[in-house]
């Protein structure tokens, strides 16, 4: 079960975290992956994590926030299956303390980028009679949080374009949903804390992780796992949904 063998399937921001364990255990299960980072460079160790497993795996460096990069990657890339919309930033911050510098950076990638991947990538997904699509959404589109203005604008829109897209491409066997991770244990959290609490990194890794009320961040591996789900034949009944992973952050915070 749950194998994509021969299925092509593109994944931004595969070069770490969530994205890298995501292109991991889709080029395990038979998937032909294409990393789409940055840079090339972003991608190599995924990629050579997954050459050395024996998987199939192509890197592109692009800007997904710029349409014609993109569109330029995903017609040398051609027909594809799969396309998870995996890159994005974050940002601390207010209402009124947000820069419009900030504001516009965190649109650009995490709304901009959607769109430009979904504009790209629903010709290629046409040409091989449909397939499936995951946006990364976020706990922060479905909860308040604090100082994660921007953020939680950009998941709440990735949210919103994921129902729009399955609505109008169900009939030509299109599938979109999304994920909504809680605090997940990649490297952006240890440079965030090295960051702001310089010395007291270990005691406020301890206090993010325990805002999940199951005492821990998830981990990248858990999330593949779920996206693998989404994305494979066994959930071909699955579209225009939101599926939280998220330790009993959003049901058990009472």
Do not use: W
Not at 5 to 31: E, H, L, P
Request: aromatic share 8%; glycine share 10%; proline share 3%.
């Amino acid at each position: 079960m749950f194998r994509l063998d021969n299925k092509t399937a593109v994944i931004t921001g595969g070069g770490s975290g969530i994205g890298r364990a995501i292109a991991t255990v889709f080029a395990k299960q038979g998937a032909i992956v294409h990393i789409v980072e940055l840079t090339e460079d972003h991608a190599k160790e995924t990629a050579g994590e997954i050459k050395s497993a024996g998987g199939k795996v192509f890197t592109h460096g692009c800007n997904v926030a710029n349409q014609k990069d993109v569109i330029a990657t995903f017609e040398k890339i051609g027909p594809i299956n799969i396309l998870v919309n995996n890159a994005g930033i974050a940002h601390i911050g207010k209402a009124d303390n947000t820069s419009e510098e900030d504001f516009d950076r965190v649109i650009m990638v995490n709304v901009k980028g959607v769109y430009n991947c979904l504009y790209a990538a629903i010709p290629q997904l046409r040409k091989s009679g449909g397939g499936a699509i995951l946006n990364m959404a976020s706990v922060a589109a479905l909860t308040g949080l604090s100082d994660r203005f921007a953020y939680s604008t950009s998941k709440g829109a990735a949210m919103a374009m994921t129902m729009s897209v399955a609505r109008d491409y169900i009939h030509e066997n299109i599938r979109c949903n999304s994920i909504s991770p809680a605090r997940v244990h990649t490297p952006f959290v240890d440079g965030f804390l090295k960051k702001n609490y310089a010395g007291k990194e270990q005691e406020m890794f301890e206090k993010l992780s325990k805002a999940q009320p199951i005492g821990r961040m998830g981990k990248p591996e858990e999330v593949a796992t779920l996206a693998l789900y989404l994305c494979s034949d066994e959930a071909s009944f699955i579209t225009g949904l939101d599926y939280p992973i998220d330790g009993g952050f959003l049901k058990l915070n009472n």
